[in-house]
């Protein structure tokens, strides 16, 4: 079994550098791709209240026969939820849906620029759960450098993790560069450019890392993958990754990463292949008018 390396949050916190990410995964097949994810190794999983799946992880946990301490389990609070009362309430519907007493790391999915107030109470309500041993560490997703900068200024805990779009075709030099300047760990999701490729996202001309033969010619380089050359990539230059497959095939390649190194100048060649160009929603858009989803009592 491939063993994974560990990262150490900045409140001390042990996380696997490598995770299991369940968005797109339908409820009926989570309970099955999660099962066989912590078969093959993972110990940590990325879900989402607004992924619909969190009572299957939770159901996939309990069957694996893991240790429920032994599997890092990461979610992230909905828009709808954000206010300090209404987070709070959100950590108990994720944590039971789950079935579990503490979560492992409980972060913001997305800033709301148009209500930072509720944005701000809703990071002060998961500072209060940290406080109180219900989550281990808290963090942030899709947060810009600026919106970064506007919590700080209002809140005491900085930020374990931002889990931001980072791969091959959009890398985040500025969002990387903030994250690190704050001490804050920068997972990666889309980490093998998934967003460039899923079935049914985009136009014609879209592009697939998985394609690209600057990645291409480096898996072949090392006897790997396009997958496993982007993941390695994300390990070597320090951040977490969750890359998600429903594939058993792909589920255990993706986590069989360890056995090759990419040199500083392929390191720098599959930055170059960066285009600036945004996969996911623009953070700044994000309302709850636009984007907004009742989150369902556990
Ligand atoms: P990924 O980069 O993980 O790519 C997933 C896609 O790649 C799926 O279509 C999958 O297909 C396919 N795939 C997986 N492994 C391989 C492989 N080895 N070879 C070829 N194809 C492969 O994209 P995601 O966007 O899913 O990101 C991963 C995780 O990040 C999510 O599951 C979620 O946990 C998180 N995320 C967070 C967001 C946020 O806003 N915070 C936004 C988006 C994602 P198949 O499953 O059919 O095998």
Do not use: C
């Not at 490598?18 to 093959?40: C, I």
């Not at 985009?202 to 592009?207: K, M, N, P, S």
């Not at 160009?277 to 858009?285: K, N, S, T, V």
Request: glycine fraction near 8%; charge should be negative.
């Amino acid at each position: 079994m491939t063993t994974i390396p560990t990262l150490s949050l900045n409140n001390g916190v042990a996380m696997p550098a490598l995770g299991y990410g369940v968005f797109q995964t339908p409820p009926d097949e989570t309970v099955a791709a999660t099962a066989e994810a912590l078969r093959v190794g993972y110990r940590h999983i990325d879900t989402a209240a607004a992924y619909g799946n969190e009572r299957e992880v939770g159901e996939a946990v309990r069957r694996s026969g893991v240790a429920r301490d032994d599997v890092f389990l990461e979610t992230k609070v909905w828009i709808n939820d954000y206010g300090h009362d209404a987070t709070l309430r959100a950590f108990d519907k994720s944590a039971g849906k789950l079935g579990v007493d503490t979560i492992d790391l409980l972060i913001l999915h997305q800033p709301l620029p148009t209500r930072f107030d509720l944005t701000v109470g809703a990071y002060q309500a998961l500072e209060q759960l940290l406080a109180d041993g219900k989550v281990r560490a808290i963090g942030v997703s899709n947060f810009m450098p600026d919106h970064l900068d506007r919590l700080l200024a209002e809140t005491s805990v900085v930020p374990a993790v931002n889990q931001v779009e980072v791969h091959p075709y959009f890398r985040q030099p500025d969002v990387l560069a903030a994250d690190a300047q704050h001490g804050i760990l920068t997972q990666a999701w889309s980490p093998i450019g998934g967003i460039t490729f899923y079935p049914g996202w985009g136009g014609e001309d879209r592009r697939s890392t998985l394609e690209d033969p600057t990645i291409v010619r480096l898996a072949e380089t090392h006897g790997a993958t396009p997958a496993q050359v982007m993941l390695r990539w994300h390990l070597q230059q320090g951040r977490s990754a969750i890359p998600k497959s429903v594939t058993p095939s792909r589920i255990a390649e993706n986590l069989d990463v360890t056995g090759f190194e990419l040199s500083a100048d392929e390191l720098a060649a599959i930055d170059a292949l960066d285009t600036g160009l945004r996969g996911g929603p623009e953070p700044a858009d994000v309302t709850l008018e636009a984007f907004g989803q009742e989150i369902p009592e556990a």
